[in-house]
């Protein structure tokens, strides 16, 4: 049996049924995101906000056009410093040209001088530019949520209902295996299946879950839910006056 080597073996082992390396495994498929569920436009569909960044890409295309010259500009420079002389006036020409930076009758480096400042230009309109679209978002985006913040309420109070509910059902589930060990049965009778990321929403003491509960009961309110607290508590006021 014919001797191999470590490496051998291992390369065998990456090799495929036809010589070749084994193709590198598939990445898993990404599950589809679900559809979005509310009827409003994407922010890029907004006129506002088109206008803005169809300007910004405009500056981009130009900045980008404007480094390709650049780089077409010093290539011409290049290839004209490379130029072979037959005669001592070709010699002289070519010289003279090189130090004026002019090829055929181009002065490349006024050219190029002229494209820098273009291009910083363009970098300085790119960089307000998109201050200006950040702040087209920030107003679209205001108005969105002004749009939808009742029903984001809504849905806070429901994450406070279904919080209250947890605790409530780990506790109960804790009260039946105690009622059975009350009653002098061992803690094998029924399995442990509290939730430990039940906390209850009402104790201040050290709890995350109060802090976070009666932030979200401050920001649920509606606005009749305000205005009737306030009166609730001008009406305490007064009383204890």
Not at 4 to 17: E, F, H, I, K
Not at 119 to 131: D, G, K, S, T
Not at 219 to 237: D, F, M, P, V
């Amino acid at each position: 049996m014919p001797y191999a080597s470590t490496t051998d073996v291992l390369v065998r082992s990456m090799t495929g049924p036809k010589g070749g390396l084994r193709e590198v495994d598939a990445p898993p498929p990404v599950p589809p995101k679900p559809a979005i569920e509310i009827d409003y436009p994407h922010i890029a569909t907004r006129p506002e906000y088109k206008a803005e960044l169809d300007k910004l890409n405009h500056f981009a295309k130009q900045k980008d056009e404007a480094e390709a010259k650049v780089a077409d500009l010093f290539k011409q420079l290049e290839l004209a410093s490379k130029t072979v002389e037959r005669t001592d006036e070709d010699a002289i020409s070519k010289a003279e040209a090189l130090l004026a930076g002019e090829v055929h009758g181009v002065n490349l480096h006024a050219e190029i001088q002229a494209a820098n400042k273009l291009i910083e230009a363009l970098r300085a309109a790119m960089y307000a530019q998109h201050a200006v679209l950040r702040r087209v978002n920030q107003q679209l985006s205001t108005a969105a949520g002004r749009r939808y913040q009742e029903e984001h309420k809504k849905r806070v109070k429901r994450l406070m209902a279904a919080l209250d509910e947890l605790y409530a059902a780990d506790m109960a589930e804790r009260a039946l295996r105690d009622d059975l060990a009350r009653l002098g049965y061992n803690g094998e009778a029924l399995p442990a299946m509290t939730f430990r990321g039940a906390e209850d929403p009402h104790d201040r003491n050290g709890n995350l879950s109060y802090y976070w509960y009666r932030e979200a009961e401050n920001y649920s309110q509606s606005a009749t839910e305000i205005a009737a607290g306030l009166r609730k508590s001008r009406l305490a006021a007064a009383l204890a006056e």
